[in-house]
Every structure is written in structure tokens, then in C-alpha cells.
């Protein structure tokens, strides 16, 4: 079995559990696999840029992906991404500010995962119904934002190929 072979068996399988995770009321679980599909894909992103991070932590590679995005300029593509059959254009899924949205689930997630039990004593906390409800949202939304990020890392990868087959098709073309 190749490696690319091993690696769609292993996301299948995440796929598959976080689904079913999420059916089940298992919120947490569901938006642990969905931050790790998504950290997966902007570190994929990130290395084929020839800007491999220095860190697994989730801010550090969304940070990291702004940064290489905005370096590219034209070449992150999001409208031309958003325009596609699958995220048409404003949608709540897809728009310029991909990178942002994350963010804020990233902070939505951060609440969920740290604030079951985590408050000041005088504030109380969530009442259990509120933080599952909340939790069900998060996990709902993180599925969605690694079905996107997915959909654009895959788009991401087909625009270089073509920008690539350019460079080099201009490079050979002979002077006049």
C-alpha cells in the first residue's frame, strides 16, 4: 500500500468518525477531528509553498497560511474558488475572508474544548444544556469548515499546477 493509499484509509476514517462522533452528541470529539483534517490541509498548503511551519498549533498555522496568502496576492484565488459549483459565491462558507472565519472558529472551538468546567468561581459556568448546545454549533461548523478548507486545498493544488504548466510554457516559447 502506497503512502497516499494509507493516508485516504486514515481520512476516510476521520471523515467517517467525526460524522458519527457529531450524530452521537460526542461535540468535543467531532471538533478535535475536524481542527485536525483542517491543520492537516494548511500544513499541506504551507509546505507546498516552501513555507513549512514551525508549529503545530492551530493559530501558528492559521497565521502562517494569512501570512503566505496574502504574500501570493492573486494567486490565493478565493474568489475564483468561491465561484465554483460546490461554495458559490456569498454563501456563509465561502468568501474573502476564508482565513478570518477560521480564526473564529478557532475561538469558538477554543471555548468549547477549555470551558466545560473552566470559569471563575463567583461567574459560574455554562449551564450544561447552553455549553451543549454551543458545543453542537462548533462541531456542526467545524465539519463544514474542513469540508471547505479540503475543497480549497484541492482547488489550491489544481490552480499552482496550472500556474506552474504556464511559467514553464512561457519560458519555452521561443523570441520573435
Given amino acids: 500500500m502506497t503512502k497516499n493509499e494509507e493516508k485516504f ?6 471523515w467517517r468518525r ?4 457529531v450524530d452521537a452528541g460526542f461535540y468535543i470529539e467531532g471538533i478535535a477531528i ?9 500544513k499541506s498548503f504551507l509546505r507546498d509553498q516552501g513555507a513549512n511551519s514551525r508549529s503545530d498549533s492551530f493559530r501558528t498555522l492559521i497565521v ?3 501570512w503566505k496568502c496574502q504574500e501570493l496576492g492573486g494567486r490565493f484565488k478565493i474568489p475564483e474558488f468561491c465561484a465554483t459549483d460546490k ?8 468568501h474573502h475572508n476564508l482565513i478570518h472565519e477560521l480564526h473564529s472558529w478557532r475561538l469558538a472551538r477554543n ?8 470559569s471563575k468561581a463567583d461567574e459560574g459556568g455554562p449551564l450544561p444544556e447552553a455549553f451543549a448546545l454551543k458545543a453542537k454549533k462548533t462541531a456542526e ?12 486545498r ?15 510554457a512561457a519560458e519555452q516559447k521561443p523570441e520573435s
Avoid at 18 to 21: V, Y
Avoid at 111 to 118: A, C, E, K, L, Q
Wanted: aromatic share 14%; with cysteine.
Fill in 9 to 14: 484509509k486514515r481520512y476516510r476514517y476521520a
Fill in 111 to 118: 471555548t468549547v474544548v477549555h470551558g466545560i468546567v473552566v
Fill in 154 to 168: 484541492d482547488f489550491m493544488k489544481r490552480e499552482e499546477a496550472r500556474w506552474a504548466a504556464s511559467l514553464l
Fill in 87 to 94: 461554495f458559490k459565491a456569498g454563501t456563509s462558507w465561502c
Fill in 141 to 152: 461548523e467545524g465539519y463544514k469548515y474542513a469540508q471547505l478548507i479540503c475543497a480549497w
Fill in 18 to 21: 467525526m460524522k458519527d462522533a
Fill in 34 to 42: 475536524a481542527e485536525s483534517i483542517i491543520s492537516d490541509r494548511l
Fill in 64 to 66: 502562517e497560511t494569512n
